[in-house]
């Protein structure tokens, strides 16, 4: 599968954009501020259907216009698979999928699978948990339909419960509450063991990974609870197993959640860790191996969605290679004869690959 063409009106700093790939390398160059990376963005938002750079909708359209636009067209064994989305200013941004409204938006990212490596991808390591949640359930959503469709449902149910906090506070009717906990208890519960069965699956690759970029030791994840503690290897896999605590732990919150006017515990604030050895990677390690590990984890995804679809997904390389020393340039290397690449930098000189080279500057890529 490849990226065969992409349209851009009013994205970002394009006014108007028609790209045409090659289905292999495609080298972006260009100065800082070209518009580089919104073209990476672009072709990120027509898999994931959202910014890759967190930004919300509204940030991707081009100042002083009504709506961007964003079309792109993947050919497959099949045929063409084409993606449309329209982001008004205001209102419900409008998505189509082959033509028609995708009935789930992880559908598409399951047909598109995609892995991107970005500057920022160290925050994974160095920053809070919740960007570590969103690597696996992300992960989870593109390989396992149903189980994304837990973590969806989840959401939704966390989402009306803090509503029915914020909104009656201490007032709010405990027979009503009830309903609520035992329906995050079920899901909850779910996506727990979803999350525990990706990262069995994913650990002897992930360990493969960071070997393949340098690091000598050994790449683990770990998983600790505000509700039942550390989950370690002895911990089940079903899900029917913990039902029981994640209500337990939720009555037990009720009056702090009352208090605060929201939901405190559950797995929408559980901690995945990642420890080099016996070493908690985010505080004690170098930055030498806090990028091997970045890497490592966008390999460990890389390798897993190509194991799940047979096929290579499209890979983004945002600014990566000025980034790297030899060694770990290396080993992003061994992905890129695979499938189709998207690289940008500002300098030729720092990407060690062959492919087609695209100038980017002034809101044209040619």
Known sequence: MHLAWLELRDFRSYESLDFRPDPGVNVLVGHNGAGKTNVLEAIGYLSALRSFRGSPDAALIRSGTPAGIVRGGFERESGEV??????PEGGRRRVLFNGKRPQRFSDVARELPLVAFLPDDLDLLKGGPGGRRQYIDDLIARLHPAAGADLAEYDKALRQRNSLLR????????????VWDDRLADLGSRVFTHRLRLLDRIAPVLAASYRTVGGSEELTFTYTTQWMGAAGKGTSRDPGDHIDAIRDALSARRMRDLDQK???LGPHRDDPGIRIDDRDARTQASQGEQRSAALGLRIAAYRALENRHDRPPMLLLDDVFSELDPLRAGGVLELLPKGQVFVTTARDDEVPVAGRRWAVRGGVVT
């Open 82 to 87: 084409r993606v449309e989305v329209e982001i």
């Open 167 to 178: 909104n009656e506070g201490p007032a709010a009717d405990a027979l009503t509450i009830d």
């Open 262 to 264: 929201t939901t405190t």
